[in-house]
């Protein structure tokens, strides 16, 4: 069984390692329900009890299937879910954290999470037309109102974590992070050492780059995230595919998978840091799982992240890099 984690010093207490949720539904091949709830409940006998989502994935769809995935066990688990976006007609048209808009989001993950609380509410994106402290606002009425537990943010930078803070307490930073993708460390990380806010890395895998298993993006079909990656486009894709190599060596020499030396990296940055890696097939959940019980040595972390400098490529497009509050 995994150990537990704190985020925040709130009183979130959650699994070592989540489980993203968002690739059962949506951007990472076609969907398979039955595997994907098999999934979630093999999760929850290993000890993953941290459940990643957002009623942007799919959309809803993500949520609902969750929900009927945890009837009879929802005391078992902690969720996560988000809101934060505009969603017209199934797709995604910008973001927006206007008050109203927050609670209704709020009201629909209720009725598909088939839940009366969330555990862990994250605004997915800064809104940059709704002052935080107005956001943070709703949401702390959410708490009393006993709808939501703890308060999250998802890729917000640091002057808009420190305002949010003060208004009320912040448990956890959502963001990318992971050997492949470390902008955090400058500014950010040392904030949430500051405020006691823990930090949720999705993407711990690099999308899948960091397992040695990805093709280049031209390889998948039209609808599917990694297509349009640009660090998996042309000469990108062949530069850093030097990097997963680094990474191979590292878990031949412990006797492990490139993704189980991704996530204890991860691990051992901190006690405050929970990954949620994704996964929708039982096979990879349980591999991922036993990251847990490796210790990379100090001369193995130094080589990882002496690598990061020759990643190619942004790790969004220029449309999803403009949401990013940094």
Not at 103 to 109: F, I, K, L
Request: proline share 4%; aromatic share 6%; net charge positive.
């Amino acid at each position: 069984m995994l150990n537990k984690r704190k985020l925040g010093n709130q009183g979130l207490e959650v699994s070592e390692l989540g489980l993203g949720c968002m690739g059962m539904s949506q951007s990472y091949g076609a969907p398979n329900d039955a595997e994907s709830i098999a999934t979630i409940h093999r999760a929850i006998e290993l000890g993953v009890t941290f459940l990643d989502t957002a009623e942007i994935y799919g959309p809803y769809i993500n949520e609902e299937l969750l929900g009927r995935s945890l009837q009879g066990k929802r005391s078992k688990v902690v969720i996560a879910t988000k809101f934060g976006f505009n969603i017209v007609n199934g797709k995604m048209q910008g973001v927006n954290s206007q008050p109203q808009h927050i609670r209704q989001a709020v009201e629909g993950s209720l009725k598909r999470l088939k839940t009366d609380y969330i555990d862990l509410l994250y605004q997915h994106r800064v809104d940059p037309k709704v002052p935080i402290e107005e956001v943070i606002g709703v949401m702390s009425e959410l708490i009393r109102e006993g709808k939501v537990r703890f308060l999250g943010l998802s890729e917000a930078g640091a002057d808009t974590i420190r305002r949010a803070h003060r208004i009320h307490p912040i448990s956890a930073l959502q963001s990318e992070y992971s050997i492949w993708e470390r902008n955090l460390e400058l500014n950010i990380i040392p904030l949430l050492h500051e405020l006691t806010i823990g930090l949720v890395p999705f993407c711990p895998l690099g999308r899948g780059f960091l397992t040695g298993k990805l093709k280049p993006a031209a390889d998948y079909i039209v609808n599917d995230f990694r297509r349009g990656d640009p660090r998996m486009q042309g000469e990108n894709f062949e530069e850093n595919m030097k990097i997963v190599s680094f990474v191979e060596r590292i878990a031949k020499k412990n006797r492990s998978t490139s993704a189980q030396v991704a996530l204890a990296w991860l691990l051992q940055k901190g006690d405050g840091i929970v990954p949620i890696p994704g996964t929708k097939k039982r096979s990879y959940l349980e591999e991922n799982t036993l990251s847990a019980k490796l210790t990379l040595s100090s001369a193995d972390i130094q080589e990882l992240e002496n690598a990061l400098p020759k990643v190619a490529g942004n790790r969004y497009n220029e449309q999803h890099m403009a949401y990013i509050d940094r």
